[in-house]
């Protein structure tokens, strides 16, 4: 079983629908957590990240991190067509080393 | 304008051939990363480096090298044992202290490497 479990997709979904991503971990050690944008042949840019659990909120994007049940969620309002890309969760771990998800894209058709 | 920057954005490996990946950053940070990434996978760690003249193994550094001679720069070197080379390349930094958490890594645009 991997650390960082992340459904690869794609999930493409209308513009204008709310879209929810998701990672389940499996080391309740883990502290911060983070969601990178991917566009394609592009670097990930860092989105959200959140050290506690429950809601950050940043314009159309939640993030969402529920230690109890080791999950954490990204949820993007208002879906455009410009958030099409490859969203990839990360969790640090004990040495604070990235362990990143398999990312999930994401296809916002217009 | 700060950030990382990686060369060249393509490159092609003829087969028993070492090839080099650039990384630059001016964002003053210690610590230096680099990242292999196939389709539908996520990143695996190469090679890390935390201070100057130092680097330490990531979870998939047979058949790559380094050197951090300067903290500006984290070459990489791809050599004729790694055998299944085609990958996207990516390479991070994280700054110490500030108003960020710890963990949070900047990327530069990526190489991508593949075999002739």
């Known amino acids: 079983q991997k650390e960082v479990e992340q459904d690869p997709g794609p999930l493409s979904v209308p513009e204008g629908a709310i879209v929810s991503l998701n990672c389940t971990y499996s080391?309740?050690?883990?502290?911060?957590f983070m969601w990178y944008r991917q566009y394609s042949r592009k670097g990930p840019e860092l989105l959200m990240y959140?050290?506690s659990s429950g809601n950050k909120e940043d314009g159309r994007f939640t993030a969402q991190v529920d230690k109890s049940s080791k999950y954490i969620s990204l949820f993007i309002r208002d879906s455009q067509p410009s958030d099409s890309a490859t969203y990839l969760c990360?969790?640090?771990?004990?040495?604070?080393?990235?362990?990143w998800g398999a990312g999930t894209k994401l296809i916002i058709k217009p | 304008d700060g950030g990382i920057t990686q060369s060249p954005k393509y490159l092609f490996r003829k087969e028993g051939q070492n090839v080099t990946l650039s990384c630059e950053q001016n964002?003053?940070?210690?610590?230096m990363y680099w990242y292999r990434q196939d389709p539908g996978q996520g990143l695996r760690l190469i090679y890390y480096?935390?201070?100057?003249?130092?680097?330490q193994k990531g979870d998939i550094a047979e058949g790559y090298s380094v050197s951090r001679e300067k903290k500006e720069s984290f070459p990489l070197t791809v050599t004729s044992a790694q055998k299944n080379p085609t990958a996207f390349y990516l390479c991070?930094?994280?700054?110490?202290?500030?108003?960020?958490?710890?963990?949070?890594?900047?990327f530069g645009a990526g190489t991508r490497l593949s075999v002739l």
């Open positions: 080391n309740s050690a883990f502290q911060y």
């Open positions: 991070a930094s994280l700054g110490q202290g500030g108003q960020s958490p710890k963990n949070i890594q900047y």
């Open positions: 990360a969790i640090t771990d004990s040495n604070y080393q990235l362990i």
């Open positions: 964002l003053n940070h210690d610590a």
């Open positions: 959140t050290y």
């Open positions: 480096s935390q201070i100057v003249n130092d680097f």
